[in-house]
């Protein structure tokens, strides 16, 4: 069973700062693509990072230069580092990770529970 498990979020004031992790678990024989998404109240969810197992980078407008996505491939773990945050930034934010289960399977997206960023004075 493959699990996706967030920490790190959170309350924070304007200009603060967070990091959120996400490690996988479970019988897992590669993973590739990995992401983080935020939904906010009454939107859809929306793509924040993404970064491919080569550690290519891609990035929303609205958080490029102030978001940084990182991995550690033996911890299978994702990170997203948030500086500078805004109260636009408020959502619950998932991570998402694209993974075989064994060397014949196909490739299927998993996604974690969700974790709270508040952004408030």
């Known amino acids: 069973q493959v699990q996706l498990v967030e920490s790190g979020g959170g309350l924070v004031q304007p200009g603060g700062s967070l990091r959120l992790s996400c490690a996988a678990s479970?019988?897992?024989?590669?993973?590739?693509?990995m992401g983080w998404y935020r939904q906010a109240p009454g939107k859809q969810r929306q793509l924040v990072a993404s970064i491919t197992s080569g550690g290519t980078t891609n990035y929303a407008d609205s958080v490029e230069g102030r978001f940084t996505i990182s991995r550690d491939n033996a911890k299978k773990t994702v990170y997203l580092q948030m500086n500078s945050l805004k109260p636009e930034d408020t959502a619950v934010y998932y991570c998402n990770a694209n993974l075989r289960v064994n060397p014949h399977s196909g490739w299927y997206v998993y996604w974690g529970q969700g974790t709270q960023v508040t952004v408030s004075p």
């Open positions: 479970g019988s897992i024989f590669s993973i590739g693509a």
